[in-house]
């Protein structure tokens, strides 16, 4: 539910105001990673902040405008991070490790990516994140296997999300497994079902 009136959010067009729109983020993702989307109102981050509501308000109608712009964030430096590293990448192996751990290391250090990527079911915003790491991982698949049908690419994207997204729920966990070893498992989980999907249709793995 948003906690006001769904609408567009100002772009601002001074430095100082960019200033506050970069500090109101900051300020809303570290509440975010801490007690979660939910549990955390437009109030509660304008106090955190040190500005007033109607200053907020000012930029981010809502909260889940805020939420928006933090996605916008997350998907222009995920774009700046990962994709040259993953096109670049000898073997599909060597991309299953790279996607993995620079997945890890971004969500260290964006405080709430773990939470919007994985946990927050506002399919209006969070949606793009996932569209947008579906066509990456379609692109890696059709690249390094270029006899799989679109639609097989497209379902093994899906999948290969679905594991991401389940594993990274267990990062901050007390699983008895470092974050090395969830990583390790990780990109064992994924090749081993990318490798089952092409011999399901007909292709030897590393060919």
Partial sequence: ????????????????????????????????????????????????????????????????????????????????????????????????????????????????????FAEVQLAAVTDRIHTTVVGWIEAMLGEHYPQLAPEQCHAGAEVSLCIVKGMMLVYDRPTGLTREQLSAEMQAALLAYIHDLVRRNGITPGA
């Fill in 1 to 116: 539910m948003s906690d006001q009136p769904t609408s567009k959010r100002r772009r601002p067009q001074q430095a100082r105001s960019q200033q506050r729109v970069e500090h109101i983020l900051g300020t809303a993702a570290g509440l975010f990673a801490e007690q979660g989307y939910e549990a955390v109102s437009t109030n509660h981050i304008a106090r955190a902040a040190c500005v007033s509501i109607g200053s907020l308000y000012q930029f981010f109608p809502n909260k889940e405008a805020i939420l928006d712009a933090l996605v916008d964030k997350y998907l222009n430096d995920m774009q700046e991070a990962l994709i040259g590293r993953i096109e670049e990448a000898p073997s599909l192996e060597d991309a299953v490790q790279r996607i993995v751990q620079g997945m890890q290391r971004f969500g260290k250090s964006h405080k709430a990516f773990k939470h919007v």
